[in-house]
């Protein structure tokens, strides 16, 4: 079948413009209404012209793509409108590669006399289309990640420009109010300086990211402490053009360590500091004194007969009273001081900075009297009790804590030896 002519425009001819279709990439076929190729505006590569001629336009697609096109090509003819459809069929070599069939009516006096098919290989499109649809779907993959709050930030602004639920869920923003704000107006101010300095680095080109432990602040005011890891993305120019960031919430492992920190420098029993918290803020607070040239006091006190309360009313008793003592000791003191349990009914009091030695002696005065108030044990328990307070000062009895705490036991058991309920001041 020989090729039927496409009208022209006027002053045109018909070869010049089939030349001109040849010369074009898409390929374009004029078709009757049962599918049939009239014209080809260029060969397949590996037919000749006689093969295709007179063959269906489907015949170089896959089967299953047949009916959409027939439909198209049908619309067409109804209607007398363009139709559409995307069809995989064979290539040059037999490659299968996709095509976009777009068939325009011919018209001639109100009739479809026949249809132009314009068909343009689109395989090239549709692999990026999918290649950028499948890391759109990696990317909101990752963002949905339920445990790990995620954005990306702008270099100038610092504003989020991208977040995760997760992120909205650890600062209590809604998607919409948080890329609104920037990650400097969250972050707490204890925490701005370092993390802007470590950000400028970056923007700088000294480093390509930094991770540290930080404070947000939550849209209800909480705090919350996070772990971030910040990574930037640079351009060909090597200037910023993102950030990603990763947030952890880790708030529950800080108040698991604060805890322990808590257990590991407190008496489980009264929850004062412990032996360990005392010698190290000791050891602080006497060379504060050395420095300053202060004086400052340690009180070593006893309870006295405190066996026979647990003797008579049980441990639990006893435990409650010492809780009792540990309260008293504290409003004896100034914020400044310091009371920890040593162990059993033993307790020190370390006083820094003092004036003079005089008032090491009344603070343990206030202190002996305290302890000899009753004790209110509950279920008509009430223990009378006293305590033996032994001081020794700082530097006059000892510079370093041993020795001082040393001398201020050696006080006490001298007050115990003397008749209790006494304070007795180190003396060599
Ligand atoms: N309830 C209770 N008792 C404890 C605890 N730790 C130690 N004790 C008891 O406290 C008592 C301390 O002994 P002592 O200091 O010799 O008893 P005391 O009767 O005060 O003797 P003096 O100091 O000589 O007057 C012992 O009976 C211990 O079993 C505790 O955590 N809870």
Redesign the pocket.
């Known amino acids: 079948m020989s090729p039927s002519p496409i009208p022209t425009t006027q002053g045109g001819s018909t070869l010049a413009l089939h030349t001109m279709l040849a010369s074009m990439d898409n390929i374009f076929v004029e078709l009757d209404k049962h599918g049939q190729m009239l014209f080809l505006s260029k060969v397949l590569v590996g037919f000749v012209p006689s093969e295709v001629i007179g063959k269906h336009f489907c015949t170089w697609a896959l089967p299953q793509y047949h009916a959409e096109m027939l439909a198209a090509l049908t619309y067409t003819f109804e209607h007398a409108q363009v139709s559409q459809y995307l069809a995989r069929g064979y290539g040059p070599s037999g490659s299968i590669r996709w095509y976009e069939g777009r068939i325009s009516p011919v018209i001639d006096s109100g009739q479809v006399i026949s249809s132009v098919l314009l068909a343009t290989d689109v395989t090239d499109r549709i692999a990026a289309e999918e290649k950028g649809r499948k890391q759109a779907e990696l990317l909101d993959l990752f963002y949905s990640l339920p445990f790990i709050g995620m954005a990306i930030t702008a270099p100038d602004t610092k504003r989020w420009l991208m977040v995760n639920d997760r992120l909205c869920e650890i600062l209590g923003y809604s998607r919409e109010e948080l890329v609104e704000k920037s990650w400097a107006e969250l972050t707490h101010q204890d925490y701005l300086a370092a993390d802007i300095a470590e950000f400028n680095r970056v923007v700088a080109g000294l480093s390509e990211g930094y991770a540290m432990d930080k404070k947000f602040i939550r849209k209800d005011g909480e705090i919350v402490d996070a772990t971030i890891d910040v990574r930037c993305v640079r351009n060909p120019q090597r200037t910023v053009d993102f950030f990603v960031a990763t947030v952890q919430d880790i708030s529950l492992r800080k108040s698991h360590e604060k805890r322990i920190l808590h257990l590991a420098n407190h008496d489980p ?1 009264t929850s004062l500091p412990n032996r360990n918290l005392m010698s190290s803020q000791m050891a602080h607070d006497l060379q504060l004194a050395r420095r300053n040239n202060t004086l400052a006091a340690i009180l070593f006190i ?7 309360v ?1 003797d008579r009313w049980g ?1 639990d008793a ?2 409650i009273l ?1 809780q009792v003592v540990a309260k008293r000791l504290q409003n004896c003191l100034r914020a400044s001081d310091m009371v920890a349990r040593m ?3 033993e307790f020190v009091v370390f006083l820094s900075p003092l004036e003079h030695a005089a008032n090491a002696v009344q603070v343990a005065e206030k202190i002996r009297v305290s302890i000899t108030q009753p004790f209110d044990l509950g279920s008509q328990r009430i223990a009378h009790l006293s305590s033996s307070i032994g001081i020794a000062m700082y530097p006059v009895h000892g510079e370093d804590q041993e020795t001082l705490l040393s001398h201020a036991d050696n006080a006490m058991y001298l007050a ?1 030896v003397n008749g ?1 309920d006494r304070v007795q001041m180190f003396s060599n």
Do not use: T, V, Y
């Open positions: 029993l006893d309870l006295d007969q405190f066996k026979p647990n441990h006893g435990d010492l162990g059993g009914d115990k209790r």
